[in-house]
């Protein structure tokens, strides 16, 4: 109920996809989390306005993988990343560390919204908002592979490109052998296994 609409999308597909499973943990990542409102208790702090605790707690960037734990009462463990533009690429080498520990599945949300209207400036790409989420499994002959490689010089997105985490979601739907992502000094290579 108080999470805002970028945090239900995320427990949306969490739901959907854990379904009644439990002690599954999780793996939350979003490059801007509940940013606008961040904003809004920045504005608060500016004009002297005593702020929410509630808002506050809420602003954070594990705020939804908490509420999830919460809601499900659920003690598994939960990780809520913010990896800039490779944040899938992050979240998918975390959960892949946490099945070679001995995790038996992996709950992966991936999540975000555009940059409030305030931080405009800083869009480098055409930022909507998106939420999916993936139980990932130990498997011996793995569906997709991910590398990475270090980039000559700094990549920037091209201009009108989509947010990488749906980029990479569309490589998955779209039955691509490869999807090639460049971002900041990195190279990450998406290969298909057939």
Known sequence: RRAGSLGKMALEVAYQCLAGRT????????????????????GD???????SPTAFGLAVHNASAGLFSIARADRANHVAL??????????VIEACGQLADGAGAVLLVAYDCPLPDRLAQFHDCDE?????????VPAADAPFSLGWSACADDCVPAAG?????LEVLRFHLSGQ??????SGPRRWLWTRHV
């Open 23 to 42: 002690g599954v943990p999780t793996v939350f990542v979003s490059r801007h989390g509940e940013v606008a409102r961040a904003v809004d208790l920045l």
């Open 82 to 91: 913010a990896a800039g533009a490779d944040g899938v690429e992050h979240a």
């Open 45 to 51: 702090l500016a004009s002297d306005t005593p702020l």
């Open 128 to 136: 909507q908002p998106y939420a999916f989420a993936w139980l990932l």
């Open 161 to 165: 490109a989509m947010p990488a985490g």
């Open 177 to 182: 052998d490869v999807l090639e992502r460049r």
